[in-house]
């Protein structure tokens, strides 16, 4: 038999990127499919999912004012970049028969629900996939940061952070052979050695309320369930 599961509710961090599979911009239909799978196996298994994408494979503000436009401007057309990859989402989830709903920091009532917590967590109750868009609504923050947020305001019992590598690593695998995987790392040591985890802004809110932070690879197969049914081997555990 299988073990148990170790969660009831989970917020999924998926960056941008993570959908665009091997382009460099927009979103991977196949790659898209492939996570919506994944999501749809926990799901089914209980568990009360939330998710957060983000927006940089599409725009990001920072990128934008670097190229000379107003910071906020730029912030605003990254916030809507995520609504777009949450539309991909749930549209993604809802062809696997996965009920999703698309709440946003931002209103824009013609195309989802706006975020309201009690409606968010009544979805999670439910059992459909809440997909938290535009982060969170505010221009200098990151969907990290909207990720540990909406994290800790509707209870989620653990922060998975996805990437492409299988945690953080005391150096670029990909250029130094010698690099080893954290298996645990405390909040103050990814922010004194500024490991590459998530942005200080979001770290510091998971330390500050005691949401502990697993940053594993997405794109591993079962990695995800495997992490639900307490699979202390994947990736590397902030807390
Ligand atoms: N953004 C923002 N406020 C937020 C979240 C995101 O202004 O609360 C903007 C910001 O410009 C950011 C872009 O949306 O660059 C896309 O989000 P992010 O860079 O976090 O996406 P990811 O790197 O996860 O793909």
Redesign the pocket.
């Known amino acids: 038999s299988q073990p148990e599961i170790h969660y009831r509710r989970i917020l999924l ?6 959908l665009m599979g091997d382009g460099d911009y927009g979103i991977s239909p196949e790659v898209i499919g492939r996570l919506a799978k994944e999501i749809r196996d926990v799901s089914r298994a209980g568990v009360e999912v939330g998710l ?13 004012a670097d190229a000379g436009m107003d ?2 401007t ?9 609504v777009m ?1 949450a539309l991909a989402m749930q549209d993604a989830l809802e062809r696997l028969g996965v009920f999703a709903r698309v709440m946003s ?1 931002i209103r824009i009532n013609e195309v989802c629900e706006d975020y309201i917590r009690r409606r968010a967590v009544r979805h999670l109750e439910k059992g459909r996939v809440v997909i938290f868009a ?13 990720a540990s947020l909406r994290a800790i305001e509707v209870g989620a019992e653990v922060l998975l952070k996805a990437t492409k590598v299988d945690g953080v690593y005391t150096a670029d695998p990909l250029k130094d052979p010698k690099a080893t995987r954290y298996e645990h790392l405390s909040y103050d040591r990814v922010l004194n050695d500024k490991l590459n985890v998530m942005d200080a802004t979001a770290i510091v809110m998971c330390r500050d309320n005691n949401l502990p932070l697993r940053v594993f690879d997405v794109f591993e197969p079962g990695n995800l369930m495997k992490i639900l049914r307490g699979g202390t081997e994947i990736g590397t555990l902030v807390d």
Do not use: C, Q, W, Y
């Open positions: 961090k998926l960056s941008g990127e993570a957060v994408i983000g927006g940089g494979n599409i725009f990001r503000g920072a990128g934008l910071r906020v730029g912030d605003h057309m990254g916030m809507l970049a995520t990859n920091a535009a982060g969170t609504g505010n221009p200098f923050f990151t969907t990290d940061s909207a």
